[in-house]
Each structure stands twice: as C-alpha cells, then as structure tokens.
C-alpha cells in the first residue's frame, strides 16, 4: 500500500500501473525521458535505470 502521507512525485502523472505504485515514494524519481536527462546534464550527474522486477515479499 502507498505511503500516501508523502507528496506524489513525478510519477504520479504516468500511466504505467508499475510507476504509479512507486508515486509516493519519497524518492524525487523521473520517468526516463527529455527531463531526467536535462536534469542529470545540467547536474553533469549519472542517471541510474531501474528496470521492472517482480518482487514478492512482506513490508
């Protein structure tokens, strides 16, 4: 279950069901595209993928 007391990031716009269970995590993420790259530019900092896991377990 979202953390629902923590404001939505970036996330939250997307229509992914796998990126809108991470909108409310307290991470700032970007979805990969146009703004997570001028971001990680101008910073001149890596940007780091996250590609889709399954995982299964207890919070």
């Known amino acids: 279950m ?20 991470h909108a409310h995590n307290s991470i700032s993420w970007y979805p990969w595209g146009g703004e997570a790259f001028t971001k990680a530019k101008t910073e001149d900092n890596p940007l780091i993928g996250r590609i889709r896991y ?6």
């Not at 923590?6 to 716009?13: A, F, K, T």
């Not at 399954?54 to 919070?59: M, P, Y």
């Open 2 to 21: 979202p953390n629902t007391n923590v404001v939505p990031n970036r996330l939250i716009n997307e229509k992914s069901p796998y990126l809108l269970q």
């Open 54 to 59: 399954v995982h299964c377990g207890s919070r």
